[in-house]
Structures are given as structure tokens and as C-alpha cells.
């Protein structure tokens, strides 16, 4: 089963709750600046990440989520017959 | 391992105008996920109150209404009794509850009011400029206690959940925090529990949930919450208070 | 003599002493010489005379001011724009943050310690020694103290803002200089500039004045007086 | 024609009772009545005073400084507002309690010893139904069937009391007519 | 139930009944008590809510989460307790949500006494709550009168999205008058889903409705209280009444007079008339909005000579008689308050000296 875990960096506010959280220290605050002129949390090493979704907790904004399987298999099929019109 | 986590649908797309690391947000998500979960959006009215979660009804898709400061308990009391069908919570600041509306809040749970409140406690005014509250903890600054909180001027801290809980009126009265994840489970836990209580018609249900405030407490958020846990849990301590017989 | 000054600088005092006065004219001085200037609006403390009001004023000058959003910019709220603490990572040639008043305005400073750290700045006292409080040089060395703690960043710098708004003449200004001189010997702080109202300007000689001085044209007044920056 | 009428004693004596019986009964008589209590601090034990306000037509002020007529229930109250009666009007006296006259020779005075009546009838409470049967039957402000109708219904709810006070109606009644 | 004799305060709280209001929200307070101690006790018999607040202040809320609801809610105070309640009048007028209050008149200022005053003209009229706002007020001058006004505010509170006010003294509250509540007055509460906080399944809508009173930017503050400015000035159209009284033939003198105060001027226009002096009297029903032009034009009489205000109160509607007689004659007062209720026969005096 695979996990989609994102961060949405236009509501992410870089407080840094969710670095201090995270129990594999996956996630960082970045050194670039999003579109509104934040620096958002990302994922410095996304391949640690287990998925316990305490940052999703964390996260005052809800800029944190984990979306499963059923989801991903679909946004893929999505995005790749996209690809196949374009 | 994993699990799946999304925005739920009581809770709107609006970014919050909280400052990094206000806790309010995490605790509007604990209040939309139960809403969600309970399946009660559409008979859930929201009582606003006075003070930084003055628009919260902007972060929410359900009926909302706005609140004089520290008033909102005697509206929920209103809603309540001519709509008991209705589903009413309010969700206030301590400024809010427990200074000016002081008087609210300890009639509405003394009559048993089948409402449900969400008491935020960050132990300072933060829609003002963080004054002093009657929360706030002894020695704090504050912007109106610029010496620490002199507790032989201005008495100490109200526990405003044990204060409630001595009230011979059955009730659900917790406290808890959303300052570490393990917390915010129970924290959510305590939440879905009060408005069940509510739903079953059983007793009115309180909710004191110690939060943070990084920028009037001048600390940033990681350091704020270490503040709080620190500071705030040992005086006031975690756990149901009082639970229905 | 032009104000030597560039990176970021935090502009704190205490209540009234005109930091964002001087906020709004360094940054439309510094913009017109050709440095690229962003402002941030940090008083969350009182919800009058903020930068906020100049907002039109220096849009129209190029400057680009970090606010709360539009429809929250009269909300009686602390709100702390996420904005704020990107801008001092990344700072503009110039970036000025205009704090709120005492160590009440300054205490936000100390939230964003994570941003600020590894970052040199020029925190700058305001001194209007015609204000009570900072009348004399205790008093502001008093205030300077407070805001430390506050913010938990040092002050590296003097600003004199001698004025009793239109009742101000050429001898509280050149009085105003001799004062914050000795608060700058006494506390050691170098005195980067001083101001005077454009319409005093006139009457006063530069050569007696040993600093750069910031000309003030009046824009926090009450809507029958505002007036425009030349 | 106007006719007012003072209801004046102590507080639990039922003088606000009285008045709202008379002027339940006015009103049954197709007249308009306007029953206007004294509601300071005297309902709480001290003199406790009523004014009805009995006309064929659209009563005007109904504050009344001198009134037709009074029932006097106490001494204080016979005292206090006696002087004040127009001439030709009707001043009963519970001559019980009141020694005193009324000291006005161009009245009605009629003195009726309405608590001794009531304690021979088996319970003080009806003295003021003996006085309020006596002062209608003296000043014919009402048809007494209508005030007859008006007690009863005005004890529905308390009906084992109805006989005491039709029989405290006819004492009454019988004491204006000695 | 044809005529029956009750107190004002009974009738107020069985005309909001019979209006088809069935929630009441109260605290107790002299002179207007009977209406909670009433209701306590019918309410209950016909479904309805019944509760005793734990103040004023707590009241006026309970009242406006109430009225929040869609549902018609009312409540009965007096002077002091008015004043507590204005903080929550002035929320339910800037949100926009009906609901009805009762002010049974007591002395002023501060605790003052519990006799029958008109001294809240100006707060009920001018002055209820901080911010632009106005409420409807009716006057009675008879219990009858309470009852019908007290049937008829809620609907207007309705048509308005407005509070409506019932400003009667303490004796409207206290004196028993035969009264009947007429069938023709009874509504059914209007359409309210567009605004109403009543839960969205309520509706059976997918849109949430929001009720508030904040609004941050000023101009969009500023359209809010025009909206409002303008329903006050609809109220000016529509609502304005008034009872004019012996003012068909010539008179000399014109009387202003409202509520229990015009009962006890009535009765010296009865006797003026029989002494062959010809007063006339024109009692506002509605004090806001103020019947100016009829006040006017009644002045504007070629025999009249001469205008009073008279009141239970120092003149506190002397302002809107002179801003209505706009200088054409000349306007006197008259007035007691505290309890002291002027007599016909001071009244009469007071009328004869204006001619002298």
C-alpha cells in the first residue's frame, strides 16, 4: 500500500512544528521562498518518512496530508492519460 | 504503517489568519474532524466568540453565529432551548470565558445547558496585545503585568474546569492540550466525547484545551510549546474532570 | 550627508516616538535613490497609526509593504503574517520593519528569533526626548533595556526624532541633537540620523547638526492635514 | 358617571383581592373598570391600598387623589385617606380593628365589625369578602348577583372555599342592610 | 376568550402568546415581574420556553440566540435592567434579527425607584445601544393597548429584521384593565431561512448562513449602516401612529402627551372642556419614529396658541414636540417623574397658565 504524503506550501505558515515533530526528522524548512514570500516545511529526506502522520497532527493549517492508495492509483491513471492526450 | 489524513469537510479552505504556530488551527481541525465524524454539519450552529478566533466562522461550512465578549454561552443558551435539535457549541478565549464572561459560562453549565464549550487557554489576551488574563500564570509578563503576574494583587490563575466541575450539576468537564500529537488524540477524543453528550441529550460539556501563543508570549512556536508544558500543565493538569453519572 | 545604512533594520521605540514616521520617509528616501525597499508592518499592538495607513502612499513609490491581508488590515488582531518572517530570511537591499511601541510592540520580535538568527541587523532605537519617558537619558536608556529583554535582540543604534509635531521649531531640533548626542556617548549606541519636518527644514542650518538628517513629511495626521511626499 | 373606590389596610388583609373582585364584577356590568394597586414597598407587610375605577365611559386618568368612596380595613388606612373621600360617598369601617370614626359628617359612614363576622363564620381570611359584600350592597356600585358571580369564579380553584365565602357575601350583604 | 380583567404585565405576556411567541427569556425586576411569575406558569401549558437568566445582560443574549434561530423570542424588563440590556440590543439591531423587549418604566437615574416613570424616552428612542442603531418603539396608554402593541411587534420585528420595543410605565404594567386579544393580530412568523443560524438541514440547503454584526473594512461598514439608515427611514413611512384627540373643532392649547401620562391629560381635556376651554391632545402611539408631521400640522391650527409637552419625565420629549412645531409656536413643558404622577387637576392649571 503506498502513501501520498504532501505538503501544501501556500498554507504551510513555517512555523516549524511539524520539523520538531517529525520522529525520523524527515522535514526541514526550506530555504526557498513560496509564491506568497514563506518559507514552507518540505520533506529534506521523504525517503525516511513512515507515514505515522504525527506532522499531519501537528500542523495548525491542515497544510499536511496523507492521502492512500485507492487516491494515488487514481491521480496517476489521471495524470498518465493526461500525458497520453497531451 | 500509515495513515490517511485530510482536510475534513466541516472545516472550509480559507488559510487561517493565525499567526506560524497558533494552536487554534489545530484545534478548529479537532472540532471540524468530530463534526465530520458525528455526521452533524448540517444542524451544528457555531457560536463565535470575541478574540483572536473572532473569524473563525470564515474557517468553517456550517451555520455560525457571532458573539458579544464572553456572551456567548447565554446565546448557546438561547439557541438551545428554542432549537434543541439543534447542535450549539461555543468556543471562547480565556479573556472571553472566563473574565468578562465569567458570569455566562458558570450559569450555562450550572443549568445544565446541553450546549458544548470549547475553552481555549493560552494564559493571555491575544487579540488585544496579550494583557493579562485570568489564566495567565503567576510571575508571567504580560503587557498589563509588565512585572509578572502578582498574584497578592491580582489572586492566582482560575482553574476554570475544576471551578466548573464543583458545581453539583452533571456534567463533562475536561482538560486537555494539542501541544504535542499525543496529546491532540486526546484532546480530540474529549471533544467527540462532548458533543456526544450533547447529542444524547445527557449534561451541558466543557473542553478547556491549554494552548500556546507565540507572539504574545514572544517565543517562537517550538519554544512556546516547550513554555506551556512547562509552565501551564503543572498548574493545569490534564485529564476528565468530571464525567456524567 | 546621506543615511548610510542597508540589510535590515528594525525600527523600535517607545509608544509615540515616531517609529513609523520614520519608517515611512526612510523607506520613500531610500526608494527614490534608487534602493529596492520593502517594508513590513509589524505593530500588532495598536491598531492606529500604522504603516498600514500609508499603504497607498507606498505602493505608489515602488514599496512593497508586508501586511496582514486586505480584509483583515482593521482587524484589532496580533496578526503575525508568515510573510514577515520569509522577508527577514531573505531580505531586500533594504528592509525596514516598522515594531510596535515599549517592549509590549517589541515582545513579536522575540517570536521570530528562529528567522532572525545567524542574521546581522540594525536595531534602532527612536528617541523623541520631547516625549515623556525619553526626556531624559535613564529614561531612554530604561526603555532601551525593556525592549531588549523583550526581543531578545540588542539595540545597535540611535535614531533622534526630536518634535512636538507642528509646534516643533529649529531650537527643539538643535536641542534634540545635543541630546541624543550625549545618550549616544553615554550609551555608546552610534547615532545614524536624526529628522526634522520638511517645513522646518528652512530654518535650519545642517552645518550645525553632525549626522545625517532624514526629512520628514507628515503622513500619520489626521485626514485634513495629510500630506503628500514630495 | 364615574365612581372610584380606595381599598385601604394592612398587607395580607386582601385588599388587592377585593378590588380585583369588584372590578371583575364592574366589568361583567358592561362598564369600564381600571383596578390600580399601590405596588411600593407597602405590598410587603405595611399599607397595602387599591383604587377601581368604575365608569359608563373611557376612563381618562386613572390615578385618583379623591376617591368616591373607601374601605377602610385599618386604622392607618381610615386615618390616611378618610379626608380625602368626595362628600356623599360611602366610608366603610372594619369596626373591628378601627375605634376611631371616620370623623366626616358629609359621608356615608358605614361601620361594619367584618373580622368578628368572619370568625363567627369559621375563618378570619373572609373578613375582607364581608367587607367588599357590605360596601357594594351600601353603594350600589355593582348588581350583587354579578359580585356573587365574581367571588365564586374568583375561588374556582380553591372550591371547598366557595361556601365560606358566599356566606361571608350574605353577612355582608346583611350588614349594609342593619 | 372575550374580556377578561387582567394586570398589563399578564396581558403583555399572554398577547406575546397569543402573537404565537412562545419563548421568553427574563430576569426578574419591580414593576414588571408579573410578566415572568405569568409566564413561568403558561408557558409551560402551551410548549413553550421559559427561563430565568441570571441577568439582564445574560438575558439580552439568551434573547438574541433565540432570535437567531428564526424563532420569535421576547423578553420584559425595567429602567436598570434596560440599561444592561442595550449592550445586546445594539448586537441584535447591527445583526439584523428580530426580537421584541419590554420596558415597564421605573424612576431614574441609577437605581431610582420602582414608581411609574417615562424617564427612558430618550434611551428607547435615541439612545438604546452604541452605534447607529433604532428600534421601533410603541407606546401604550391602556392595557388594551399593551396587548395589541405587544401582538403587533412581532411581525414588525420581522418586516424590519429589527428589535421592537414596548415602552409602557409602571402603571400599564401594574393596573388591571379589561382587555381582549383580538384574533385579526395573530401572525405566523415570516420567511427566515434566508438569514437564520437554524443548521443547514433545517433548511434542507448545502449554503450556511452566518449572522454577525463585525465588519472590518469601514466602507463596507458604512453600506451596513446605510441599509439600516434606511430601514429606519422605511419605519418613518410606514409605522408612524398616533391618536389625535378633541381636535376636530378650534382649541388653544395643544397637549403632547404619551402612555399613562396622556390617561391623566384626557381627563383634564374633559374638564377644561366643561370649564368651556377647548384643549387638544395628540398622543403619540409610536414615539420612534415620531409622528412630527401630525404634531405639526395639529400646532399649525390658527386657534392654537400655545403647545405643551407633558410628561412623566424632565422634558425628554420636549425636543421632538419643538422639532415638530418647528418654531411656529411656542412649546412648554410640564412634567413630574419618579413616581409622582401629575394629577388631572395641575394639569389643568399648568394649561390655563399658557393662555394667561
Same mark, same amino acid.
Given at each position: 500500500?503506498?502513501?501520498?504524503?504532501?505538503?501544501?506550501?501556500?498554507?504551510?505558515?513555517?512555523?516549524?512544528?511539524?520539523?520538531?515533530?517529525?520522529?525520523?526528522?524527515?522535514?526541514?524548512?526550506?530555504?526557498?521562498?513560496?509564491?506568497?514570500?514563506?518559507?514552507?516545511?518540505?520533506?529534506?529526506?521523504?525517503?525516511?518518512?513512515?507515514?505515522?502522520?504525527?506532522?499531519?497532527?501537528?500542523?495548525?493549517?491542515?497544510?499536511?496530508?496523507?492521502?492512500?492508495?485507492?487516491?494515488?492509483?487514481?491521480?496517476?491513471?489521471?495524470?498518465?492519460?493526461?500525458?497520453?492526450?497531451? | 504503517?500509515?495513515?490517511?489524513?485530510?482536510?475534513?469537510?466541516?472545516?472550509?479552505?480559507?488559510? @487561517?489568519?493565525?499567526?506560524?504556530?497558533?494552536?487554534?488551527?489545530?484545534?478548529?481541525?479537532?472540532?471540524?474532524?468530530?463534526?465530520?465524524?458525528?455526521?452533524?454539519?448540517?444542524? @451544528?450552529?457555531?457560536?463565535?466568540?470575541?478574540?483572536?478566533?473572532?473569524?473563525?466562522?470564515?474557517?468553517?461550512?456550517?451555520?455560525?453565529?457571532?458573539?458579544?465578549?464572553?456572551?456567548?454561552?447565554?446565546?448557546? %443558551?438561547?439557541?438551545?432551548?428554542?432549537?434543541?435539535?439543534?447542535?450549539?457549541?461555543?468556543?471562547?478565549?480565556?479573556?472571553?470565558?472566563?473574565?468578562?464572561?465569567?458570569?455566562?459560562? *458558570?450559569?450555562?453549565?450550572?443549568?445544565?445547558?446541553?450546549?458544548?464549550?470549547?475553552?481555549?487557554?493560552?494564559? *493571555?489576551?491575544?487579540? %488585544?496585545?496579550?494583557?493579562?488574563?485570568? #489564566? %495567565?500564570?503567576?510571575?508571567?509578563? #504580560? @503587557?498589563?503585568?509588565?512585572?509578572?503576574?502578582?498574584?497578592?494583587?491580582?489572586?492566582?490563575?482560575?482553574?476554570?474546569?475544576?471551578?466548573?466541575?464543583?458545581?453539583?450539576?452533571?456534567?463533562?468537564?475536561?482538560?486537555?492540550?494539542?501541544?504535542?500529537?499525543?496529546?491532540?488524540?486526546?484532546?480530540?477524543?474529549?471533544?467527540?466525547?462532548?458533543?456526544?453528550?450533547?447529542?444524547?441529550?445527557?449534561?451541558?460539556?466543557?473542553?478547556?484545551?491549554?494552548?500556546?501563543?507565540?507572539?504574545?508570549?514572544?517565543? #517562537?512556536? *517550538?519554544?512556546?510549546?516547550?513554555?506551556?508544558?512547562?509552565?501551564?500543565?503543572?498548574?493545569?493538569?490534564?485529564?476528565?474532570?468530571?464525567?456524567?453519572? | 550627508?546621506?543615511?548610510?545604512?542597508?540589510?535590515?533594520?528594525?525600527?523600535?521605540?517607545?509608544?509615540?516616538?515616531?517609529?513609523?514616521?520614520?519608517?515611512?520617509?526612510?523607506?520613500?528616501?531610500?526608494?527614490?535613490?534608487?534602493?529596492?525597499?520593502?517594508?513590513?508592518?509589524?505593530?500588532?499592538?495598536?491598531?492606529?497609526?500604522?504603516?498600514?495607513?500609508?499603504?497607498?502612499?507606498?505602493?505608489?513609490?515602488?514599496?512593497?509593504?508586508?501586511?496582514?491581508?486586505?480584509?483583515?488590515?482593521?482587524?484589532?488582531?496580533?496578526?503575525?503574517?508568515?510573510?514577515?518572517?520569509?522577508?527577514?530570511?531573505?531580505?531586500?537591499?533594504?528592509?525596514?520593519?516598522?515594531?510596535?511601541?515599549?517592549?509590549?510592540?517589541?515582545?513579536?520580535?522575540?517570536?521570530?528569533?528562529?528567522?532572525?538568527?545567524?542574521?546581522?541587523?540594525?536595531?534602532?532605537?527612536?528617541?523623541?526626548?520631547?516625549?515623556?519617558?525619553?526626556?531624559?537619558?535613564?529614561?531612554?536608556?530604561?526603555?532601551?533595556?525593556?525592549?531588549?529583554?523583550?526581543?531578545?535582540?540588542?539595540?545597535?543604534?540611535?535614531?533622534?526624532?526630536?518634535?512636538?509635531?507642528?509646534?516643533?521649531?529649529?531650537?527643539?531640533?538643535?536641542?534634540?541633537?545635543?541630546?541624543?548626542?550625549?545618550?549616544?556617548?553615554?550609551?555608546?549606541?552610534?547615532?545614524?540620523?536624526?529628522?526634522?519636518?520638511?517645513?522646518?527644514?528652512?530654518?535650519?542650518?545642517?552645518?550645525?547638526?553632525?549626522?545625517?538628517?532624514?526629512?520628514?513629511?507628515?503622513?500619520?495626521?489626521?485626514?485634513?492635514?495629510?500630506?503628500?511626499?514630495? | 358617571?364615574?365612581?372610584?373606590?380606595?381599598?385601604?389596610?394592612?398587607?395580607?388583609?386582601?385588599?388587592?383581592?377585593?378590588?380585583?373582585?369588584?372590578?371583575?364584577?364592574?366589568?361583567?356590568?358592561?362598564?369600564?373598570?381600571?383596578?390600580?394597586?399601590?405596588?411600593?414597598?407597602?405590598?410587603?407587610?405595611?399599607?397595602?391600598?387599591?383604587?377601581?375605577?368604575?365608569?359608563?365611559?373611557?376612563?381618562?386618568?386613572?390615578?385618583?387623589?379623591?376617591?368616591?368612596?373607601?374601605?377602610?380595613?385599618?386604622?392607618?388606612?381610615?386615618?390616611?385617606?378618610?379626608?380625602?373621600?368626595?362628600?356623599?360617598?360611602?366610608?366603610?369601617?372594619?369596626?373591628?380593628?378601627?375605634?376611631?370614626?371616620?370623623?366626616?359628617?358629609?359621608?356615608?359612614?358605614?361601620?361594619?365589625?367584618?373580622?368578628?363576622?368572619?370568625?363567627?363564620?369559621?375563618?378570619?381570611?373572609?373578613?375582607?369578602?364581608?367587607?367588599?359584600?357590605?360596601?357594594?350592597?351600601?353603594?350600589?356600585?355593582?348588581?350583587?348577583?354579578?359580585?356573587?358571580?365574581?367571588?365564586?369564579?374568583?375561588?374556582?380553584?380553591?372550591?371547598?372555599?366557595?361556601?365560606?365565602?358566599?356566606?361571608?357575601?350574605?353577612?355582608?350583604?346583611?350588614?349594609?342592610?342593619? | 376568550?372575550?374580556?377578561?380583567?387582567?394586570?398589563?404585565?399578564?396581558?403583555?405576556?399572554?398577547?406575546?402568546?397569543?402573537?404565537?411567541?412562545?419563548?421568553?427569556?427574563?430576569?426578574?425586576?419591580?414593576?414588571?415581574?408579573?410578566?415572568?411569575?405569568?409566564?413561568?406558569?403558561?408557558?409551560?401549558?402551551?410548549?413553550?420556553?421559559?427561563?430565568?437568566?441570571?441577568?439582564?445582560?445574560?438575558?439580552?443574549?439568551?434573547?438574541?440566540?433565540?432570535?437567531?434561530?428564526?424563532?420569535?423570542?421576547?423578553?420584559?424588563?425595567?429602567?436598570?435592567?434596560?440599561?444592561?440590556?442595550?449592550?445586546?440590543?445594539?448586537?441584535?439591531?447591527?445583526?439584523?434579527?428580530?426580537?421584541?423587549?419590554?420596558?415597564?418604566?421605573?424612576?431614574?437615574?441609577?437605581?431610582?425607584?420602582?414608581?411609574?416613570?417615562?424617564?427612558?424616552?430618550?434611551?428607547?428612542?435615541?439612545?438604546?445601544?452604541?452605534?447607529?442603531?433604532?428600534?421601533?418603539?410603541?407606546?401604550?396608554?391602556?392595557?388594551?393597548?399593551?396587548?395589541?402593541?405587544?401582538?403587533?411587534?412581532?411581525?414588525?420585528?420581522?418586516?424590519?429584521?429589527?428589535?421592537?420595543?414596548?415602552?409602557?410605565?409602571?402603571?400599564?404594567?401594574?393596573?388591571?384593565?379589561?382587555?381582549?386579544?383580538?384574533?385579526?393580530?395573530?401572525?405566523?412568523?415570516?420567511?427566515?431561512?434566508?438569514?437564520?443560524?437554524?443548521?443547514?438541514?433545517?433548511?434542507?440547503?448545502?449554503?450556511?448562513?452566518?449572522?454577525?454584526?463585525?465588519?472590518?473594512?469601514?466602507?463596507?461598514?458604512?453600506?451596513?449602516?446605510?441599509?439600516?439608515?434606511?430601514?429606519?427611514?422605511?419605519?418613518?413611512?410606514?409605522?408612524?401612529?398616533?391618536?389625535?384627540?378633541?381636535?376636530?373643532?378650534?382649541?388653544?392649547?395643544?397637549?403632547?402627551?404619551?402612555?399613562?401620562?396622556?390617561?391623566?391629560?384626557?381627563?383634564?381635556?374633559?374638564?377644561?372642556?366643561?370649564?368651556?376651554?377647548?384643549?387638544?391632545?395628540?398622543?403619540?402611539?409610536?414615539?420612534?419614529?415620531?409622528?412630527?408631521?401630525?404634531?405639526?400640522?395639529?400646532?399649525?391650527?390658527?386657534?392654537?396658541?400655545?403647545?405643551?409637552?407633558?410628561?412623566?419625565?424632565?422634558?425628554?420629549?420636549?425636543?421632538?414636540?419643538?422639532?415638530?412645531?418647528?418654531?411656529?409656536?411656542?412649546?412648554?413643558?410640564?412634567?413630574?417623574?419618579?413616581?409622582?404622577?401629575?394629577?388631572?387637576?395641575?394639569?389643568?392649571?399648568?394649561?390655563?397658565?399658557?393662555?394667561?
Amino acid at each position: 500500500m503506498t502513501y501520498i504524503h504532501k505538503i501544501d506550501s501556500d498554507r504551510c505558515k513555517g512555523c516549524g512544528l511539524c520539523v520538531t515533530i517529525c520522529p525520523k526528522h524527515v522535514l526541514e524548512i526550506s530555504e526557498k521562498v513560496n509564491t506568497k514570500g514563506y518559507f514552507p516545511a518540505f520533506q529534506a529526506r521523504p525517503e525516511d518518512c513512515i507515514k505515522c502522520a504525527l506532522c499531519c497532527s501537528m500542523c495548525p493549517d491542515v497544510a499536511i496530508t496523507i492521502t492512500g492508495a485507492e487516491d494515488a492509483d487514481q491521480t496517476q491513471q489521471a495524470a498518465s492519460t493526461e500525458d497520453n492526450d497531451g | 504503517m500509515g495513515k490517511t489524513f485530510a482536510k475534513p469537510e466541516a472545516l472550509s479552505d480559507q488559510i @487561517t489568519h493565525y499567526c506560524p504556530g497558533c494552536t487554534h488551527g489545530v484545534i478548529h481541525r479537532l472540532v471540524a474532524e468530530v463534526i465530520d465524524e458525528l455526521d452533524i454539519r448540517g444542524r @451544528t450552529v457555531g457560536v463565535a466568540p470575541v478574540g483572536c478566533a473572532v473569524l473563525m466562522y470564515n474557517y468553517f461550512t456550517f451555520d455560525f453565529l457571532e458573539s458579544a465578549h464572553g456572551r456567548a454561552p447565554a446565546q448557546a %443558551t438561547g439557541m438551545k432551548r428554542v432549537r434543541p435539535d439543534l447542535v450549539v457549541f461555543t468556543y471562547q478565549g480565556d479573556g472571553d470565558l472566563a473574565s468578562i464572561g465569567m458570569s455566562e459560562i *458558570v450559569h450555562a453549565a450550572n443549568r445544565g445547558e446541553k450546549i458544548t464549550t470549547i475553552f481555549v487557554n493560552n494564559a *493571555v489576551y491575544g487579540m %488585544t496585545g496579550g494583557q493579562m488574563a485570568p #489564566t %495567565t500564570m503567576p510571575n508571567q509578563r #504580560t @503587557t498589563t503585568s509588565p512585572f509578572g503576574r502578582n498574584v497578592d494583587e491580582v489572586g492566582m490563575p482560575i482553574k476554570v474546569s475544576e471551578l466548573l466541575a464543583s458545581l453539583q450539576t452533571t456534567a463533562y468537564i475536561a482538560r486537555q492540550t494539542v501541544i504535542l500529537p499525543k496529546h491532540i488524540t486526546r484532546a480530540k477524543k474529549a471533544i467527540k466525547k462532548a458533543f456526544q453528550y450533547q447529542i444524547d441529550g445527557r449534561c451541558f460539556s466543557f473542553v478547556e484545551i491549554v494552548s500556546t501563543c507565540p507572539t504574545n508570549w514572544g517565543l #517562537t512556536p *517550538v519554544e512556546a510549546v516547550k513554555w506551556a508544558e512547562e509552565k501551564m500543565l503543572p498548574y493545569y493538569p490534564l485529564g476528565e474532570i468530571k464525567t456524567p453519572q | 550627508m546621506a543615511i548610510a545604512l542597508e540589510g535590515i533594520i528594525v525600527i523600535v521605540g517607545n509608544y509615540g516616538s515616531g517609529k513609523t514616521e520614520v519608517t515611512i520617509n526612510l523607506a520613500v528616501e531610500k526608494k527614490k535613490a534608487g534602493v529596492d525597499v520593502r517594508v513590513a508592518d509589524l505593530d500588532l499592538v495598536n491598531p492606529y497609526f500604522r504603516t498600514r495607513e500609508a499603504r497607498i502612499l507606498l505602493a505608489d513609490s515602488g514599496i512593497d509593504l508586508v501586511l496582514p491581508p486586505e480584509d483583515m488590515l482593521h482587524a484589532d488582531l496580533p496578526l503575525l503574517s508568515p510573510v514577515v518572517s520569509g522577508m527577514i530570511r531573505n531580505p531586500s537591499p533594504l528592509t525596514i520593519i516598522d515594531v510596535g511601541g515599549n517592549d509590549a510592540g517589541a515582545t513579536v520580535l522575540s517570536a521570530l528569533a528562529e528567522a532572525f538568527r545567524d542574521k546581522y541587523c540594525h536595531m534602532l532605537q527612536v528617541v523623541n526626548p520631547l516625549r515623556p519617558a525619553t526626556d531624559t537619558v535613564a529614561g531612554c536608556l530604561n526603555i532601551r533595556k525593556q525592549i531588549e529583554t523583550a526581543a531578545r535582540m540588542p539595540i545597535n543604534g540611535l535614531i533622534g526624532n526630536a518634535n512636538l509635531i507642528d509646534e516643533t521649531t529649529a531650537a527643539d531640533v538643535y536641542r534634540g541633537v545635543e541630546f541624543v548626542e550625549q545618550l549616544s556617548q553615554e550609551s555608546g549606541l552610534p547615532l545614524r540620523f536624526i529628522t526634522a519636518a520638511a517645513e522646518l527644514l528652512p530654518d535650519i542650518d545642517l552645518n550645525r547638526i553632525p549626522c545625517p538628517v532624514l526629512t520628514i513629511y507628515r503622513q500619520l495626521v489626521p485626514p485634513w492635514k495629510k500630506a503628500h511626499i514630495r | 358617571m364615574q365612581s372610584e373606590v380606595m381599598f385601604a389596610g394592612f398587607g395580607g388583609q386582601g385588599i388587592l383581592l377585593i378590588a380585583k373582585i369588584l372590578a371583575h364584577a364592574a366589568m361583567e356590568d358592561g362598564l369600564e373598570v381600571a383596578w390600580v394597586p399601590s405596588y411600593g414597598p407597602e405590598m410587603r407587610g405595611g399599607t397595602a391600598y387599591c383604587t377601581v375605577v368604575i365608569s359608563d365611559r373611557l376612563i381618562g386618568s386613572p390615578i385618583i387623589r379623591n376617591p368616591m368612596h373607601l374601605v377602610a380595613m385599618n386604622r392607618p388606612s381610615l386615618e390616611k385617606f378618610a379626608p380625602m373621600v368626595k362628600p356623599n360617598g360611602v366610608i366603610l369601617v372594619n369596626s373591628t380593628l378601627i375605634s376611631i370614626d371616620a370623623g366626616r359628617d358629609d359621608v356615608d359612614e358605614l361601620r361594619v365589625p367584618v373580622n368578628e363576622i368572619a370568625v363567627r363564620l369559621g375563618n378570619v381570611r373572609s373578613a375582607n369578602i364581608v367587607a367588599l359584600a357590605a360596601f357594594a350592597a351600601r353603594a350600589r356600585v355593582v348588581k350583587m348577583d354579578t359580585l356573587r358571580h365574581c367571588v365564586k369564579e374568583e375561588f374556582a380553584s380553591k372550591e371547598k372555599l366557595i361556601p365560606l365565602n358566599m356566606a361571608a357575601v350574605d353577612e355582608g350583604e346583611k350588614a349594609a342592610a342593619g | 376568550m372575550g374580556k377578561v380583567l387582567m394586570k398589563g404585565n399578564e396581558a403583555i405576556g399572554e398577547a406575546a402568546i397569543r402573537a404565537g411567541c412562545l419563548n421568553y427569556f427574563a430576569y426578574p425586576i419591580t414593576p414588571q415581574s408579573e410578566v415572568a411569575e405569568y409566564l413561568s406558569r403558561r408557558l409551560p401549558e402551551v410548549g413553550g420556553v421559559f427561563l430565568q437568566g441570571e441577568s439582564e445582560v445574560a438575558v439580552s443574549y439568551m434573547i438574541l440566540g433565540a432570535a437567531a434561530t428564526g424563532e420569535r423570542v421576547f423578553t420584559t424588563s425595567s429602567s436598570p435592567g434596560i440599561s444592561l440590556m442595550s449592550e445586546g440590543i445594539s448586537y441584535i439591531a447591527g445583526m439584523q434579527i428580530p426580537a421584541v423587549f419590554v420596558n415597564i418604566m421605573r424612576g431614574g437615574p441609577g437605581l431610582g425607584g420602582i414608581l411609574p416613570s417615562q424617564a427612558d424616552y430618550l434611551q428607547a428612542t435615541k439612545g438604546i445601544g452604541h452605534g447607529d442603531c433604532r428600534l421601533l418603539v410603541m407606546a401604550p396608554a391602556s392595557v388594551q393597548e399593551a396587548a395589541e402593541m405587544t401582538m403587533r411587534a412581532f411581525p414588525l420585528a420581522e418586516k424590519y429584521l429589527n428589535p421592537v420595543m414596548i415602552l409602557g410605565d409602571g402603571l400599564i404594567g401594574q393596573m388591571m384593565e379589561p382587555v381582549e386579544f383580538p384574533d385579526d393580530l395573530k401572525t405566523e412568523p415570516s420567511k427566515k431561512d434566508e438569514w437564520a443560524t437554524n443548521g443547514m438541514d433545517t433548511r434542507g440547503s448545502n449554503r450556511r448562513n452566518l449572522i454577525r454584526s463585525l465588519y472590518l473594512d469601514p466602507e463596507v461598514l458604512n453600506q451596513h449602516n446605510l441599509e439600516l439608515k434606511a430601514k429606519y427611514d422605511r419605519m418613518q413611512q410606514e409605522e408612524i401612529r398616533y391618536e389625535a384627540y378633541n381636535t376636530d373643532s378650534d382649541y388653544e392649547v395643544l397637549i403632547v402627551s404619551y402612555g399613562t401620562m396622556s390617561r391623566v391629560c384626557r381627563t383634564a381635556v374633559d374638564q377644561l372642556q366643561e370649564q368651556g376651554m377647548a384643549v387638544g391632545m395628540l398622543r403619540p402611539q409610536t414615539v420612534y419614529p415620531f409622528p412630527e408631521e401630525a404634531v405639526g400640522n395639529a400646532a399649525a391650527k390658527k386657534s392654537c396658541l400655545a403647545v405643551a409637552s407633558i410628561e412623566m419625565s424632565m422634558g425628554q420629549m420636549l425636543e421632538d414636540v419643538q422639532r415638530s412645531v418647528k418654531g411656529r409656536q411656542p412649546v412648554h413643558w410640564f412634567g413630574k417623574c419618579g413616581g409622582e404622577v401629575p394629577t388631572p387637576e395641575e394639569v389643568i392649571e399648568f394649561v390655563r397658565s399658557l393662555t394667561k
